[in-house]
């Protein structure tokens, strides 16, 4: 039973993730299937819960390829830039004493955080998802508790709406609204870590795919995370200089979604091979 794990990355990762599937699934279609098999775990975090729900909902990957290659009226972007988003997580972090205590701070500004409204937002969300329900496979959808900091991990037997679940996890501190579940205020999944691939764990083969996991972005997936996964194989997508360049300073930009969708169909072209004797 294998793993796909699908971290963050704004608008430019959903398209971008979409665009490696897709790629994977032309070049070596056996081995899509298998990733995407009745039995597979599917874990997605922020951008990457949006495009798990839809894979693991069985969208067909073209059509979420198209889906990013037009311009959405529905879709809202936003002034963000990944260095200076990171340099102001790092003032928020100076002196904290625990993980836990980090993501309370991080919650706290997010509650605090003027934005869109939750009600715009959700509408937003809900354009995005084709598949609106739970799938059968299984999904693991994150979110952070804003008020507490501890995660919260979302499937089919939560009893919460898939468009609200994978809102909580989209919701970027300081950018977009905190989402109210079950009475609690929830932040974007990526505040504990960018892909929370450890949820994968009792899953064999893993494979990640993690936008802004390379050495060049100051965002990476925690050894000690890589390493709950033991003895699992497990293998890494980042994007390639392309695929960053595609991206550009916004990820949040709308106009990435395009140019980064074309871009990682490319990547996942030239991936395939390797991904296909990953899987086995």
């Given at each position: 039973m294998?793993?796909l794990?699908?971290a963050g ?6 398209a ?15 081995a ?32 979420l390829?198209?889906?990013?290659l ?39 500004f997010a509650?605090?955080?003027?934005t ?41 037997d ?9 809102s ?5 501190p ?10 609690q ?8 870590t960018?892909?929370?691939?450890d949820l994968?764990a ?10 802004l ?6 965002v ?15 293998h890494?997508?980042g ?7 595609a ?7 709308p106009?990435?979604a ?23």
């Open positions: 294998g793993a794990v699908l990355g704004g608008i430019a990762g959903i971008w993730e979409v665009g490696v599937l897709l790629g994977i699934e032309e070049q070596q279609p056996a899509a299937a298998r990733l995407f098999a009745a039995d597979s775990t599917f874990v997605g975090t922020s951008a990457g819960s949006v495009v798990a729900s839809q894979v693991a909902g069985g969208v067909p990957l073209r059509t390829f198209e889906q990013q037009e311009q959405h009226s529905a879709e809202v972007g936003a002034s963000f830039d990944v260095q200076e988003f990171q340099e102001t997580l790092a003032r928020l972090l100076e002196g904290v004493t625990s993980a836990e205590e980090g993501r309370r701070r991080v919650g706290r509650l605090d955080a003027v869109v409204s939750a009600g715009d937002r959700r509408a937003v969300i809900g354009a995005r998802l084709i598949a609106k329900d739970w799938p059968e496979r299984r999904l693991l959808v994150t979110a952070v508790n804003a008020h507490t900091g501890e995660l919260r991990v979302f499937d089919r939560s009893g919460v709406d898939l468009i609200d679940a994978v909580a996890s989209c919701a970027v300081g950018i977009w609204p905190t989402v109210e579940i079950d009475a205020r929830y932040t974007d999944g990526g505040v504990r960018i892909a929370n691939s994968a009792g899953s064999d083969p893993v494979l990640i795919l993690a936008p996991a390379e050495a060049n972005v100051p990476a997936i925690p050894a000690h995370e890589l390493a709950a996964l033991a003895p699992a194989r497990v890494v997508v994007a390639d200089e392309a695929s960053l360049v991206f550009g300073n916004n990820p949040l930009d106009a990435t395009s140019v980064s969708a074309l871009a990682g169909r490319e990547q996942g072209r030239r991936v395939a091979a390797e991904i296909a004797a990953f899987i086995g």
